[in-house]
């Protein structure tokens, strides 16, 4: 017999136990498909939640060895059990996947435990099971993208899955892309004492971060020992009798160079998770990267079925998936949604954090809109000079006519907590006076944003 929902969203990641808590806090009947052992998706069992627990605890052993010294704190030499660092991980994990349980069950949320394949319009099948839906939310989020010719196995050569559990700290560590998953994975193990070689096929890691930033943040994890080869590709990865034989060329094609390491990590990008789903059957729509095609309001090309998080176009990001999955729940109660994609912070949590919202310098520039740029260093702040945590800047971008902040990039210590004061003021469409007039706390790192906001029209106080 088929149950009938108004609302069944398959995937329980980040978008869709978001968009299933807001519908049924708005009085929808709701079931989520989740074929998981726990909810959260990747993000909470595989991904943000995991890897922030590693880069916790990998930048308090390297404080103790880096910075407790000069503090006058003295511990000795500190050693690591690894087996206890993984289960303060995997503690992080049980935590957050049980909150996101406990949550279902006080919103009268049906877990359905399986993998959901669209029968038919409004119709879910999850083995043999058949829920009837008014409307159904494609949530499945996205799988990592695999190169080929390297097959992952988790062992030698893995994903960001198998960097999450390895058994011993590599020697060497060759991470293929330099964007955030690799740079932030790399960071753990290179901290915990693995020598860390990062491949990048383009000129530069993390692409679409302002050139400024990037050009610091490179400097900085040079310094950290991070080893660069950046404009190169990885063409082979053949297993030795000890350890891995890694060939390498430039991008543009040329001679090949062979490195030797212990470990690769394959962290070139994700790809939408769309297979099994049945949306060829039912006419759903996807683009040539395996996306599904949606519109304003989220809906495929088919009444009643809608998609959200990283299965549609835009930034792979837990936060991105979770506005379009509240937004997406309001509009199917009748109230309305929206998100706001120019306001949407991205955060690198290394060490130190690299965190920005709206345009680069690059993108105002090709655009042809002038601005004028503030920029304020954390050597000059009070509170990041007493932590000896110096490293970065504060860059705000404004419209040269109207002051509105276009763009805000920030590289230094709690990056990602300092952006969202930006993204504050750019939601309620605020001038770069606007913060300059505010009064902050003495000393907090965060006074270096109003310094960078007075940088704006040339007036910073401590420069």
Same mark, same amino acid.
């Given at each position: 017999m088929a149950d009938a929902f108004d609302l069944v969203v398959i995937g329980a990641g980040p978008g869709g136990y978001e968009c299933a808590i807001k519908a049924a806090q708005l009085?929808?009947?709701? /079931?989520?498909?989740e074929k998981r052992d726990r909810l959260g998706g990747t993000c909470l069992n595989i991904g943000c939640i995991p890897s922030k627990a590693l880069l916790h605890a990998s930048e308090l052993f390297a404080d103790v060895t880096h910075a407790f010294p000069a503090m006058g704190i003295e511990v000795g030499a500190p050693k690591i059990n690894l087996k206890q660092l993984l289960t303060f991980k995997d503690e992080a994990v049980d935590g957050n996947t049980k909150g996101v349980e406990f949550l279902?069950? @006080?919103? @009268?949320?049906?877990?359905? @435990?399986?993998e959901?394949?669209?029968?038919?319009?409004?119709?879910? @099948?999850?083995?043999?099971?058949?829920?009837?839906?008014?409307?159904?939310v494609i949530a499945t989020g996205s799988d990592v993208a695999r190169l080929p010719g390297i097959e992952i196995d988790e062992k030698q050569i893995i994903s960001s899955t198998g960097a999450l559990t390895l058994s011993k700290v590599p020697e060497r560590l060759l991470?293929?892309?330099?964007?955030?998953?690799?740079?932030?994975?790399?960071s753990v193990?290179?901290?915990?004492? /693995?020598?860390v070689t990062v491949v990048e096929f383009l000129d530069a890691i993390l692409p679409g971060t302002d050139g400024e930033v990037v050009k610091n943040f490179t400097r900085i994890l040079k310094k950290q020992g991070f080893e660069f080869k950046l404009g190169s590709k990885v063409t082979k990865v053949e297993k030795a009798k000890s350890g891995l034989k890694v060939s390498v060329e430039p991008a543009a094609g040329g001679e090949t160079q062979v490195l030797e390491t212990d470990v690769v990590l394959v /962290?070139?990008?994700?790809?939408?998770?769309?297979?099994?789903?049945?949306?060829?059957?039912v006419g759903v729509k996807t683009d040539k990267r395996g996306r599904v095609e949606v519109?304003?309001?989220?809906?495929?090309?088919?009444?009643?079925?809608? /998609?959200i998080g990283d299965v549609i176009a835009g930034p792979m990001l837990a936060h991105k998936a979770m506005e379009e999955g509240v937004a997406l729940a309001e509009r199917l109660a009748g109230h309305w949604g929206d998100v706001n994609y120019d306001v949407i912070p991205g955060v690198v949590y290394t060490s130190p954090e690299v965190a920005s919202v709206g345009k680069t310098e690059e993108q105002l520039k090709a655009e042809g809109v002038e601005y004028n740029s503030g920029k304020f260093p954390f050597t000059a702040n009070g509170r990041a000079k007493a932590n000896k945590t110096t490293e970065g800047f504060v860059k705000i971008l404004a419209d040269k006519t109207t002051d509105r902040i276009l763009g805000v990039h920030i590289i230094g210590v709690n990056a990602g907590e300092l952006i969202q004061e930006a993204v504050v003021a750019m939601e309620f469409a605020g001038s770069s006076e606007d913060i300059a007039r505010m009064c902050f706390a003495h000393p907090t790192l965060s006074e270096a944003v109003k310094e960078a906001a007075l940088a704006v029209t040339g007036l910073p106080i401590h420069m």
């Open positions: 009085g929808l009947s709701v /079931a989520c498909v279902f069950k @006080k919103n @009268k949320i049906e877990w359905v @435990k399986g959901g394949v669209i029968a038919a319009p409004g119709k879910v @099948k999850v083995g043999e099971r058949v829920l009837e839906a008014k409307n159904i991470v293929i892309g330099g964007g955030v998953i690799g740079l932030e994975l790399g193990w290179g901290r915990l004492g /693995a020598k /962290a070139v990008g994700r790809v939408a998770y769309t297979q099994g789903l049945g949306l060829e059957a519109d304003g309001s989220f809906k495929t090309n088919v009444d009643g079925i809608y /998609a």
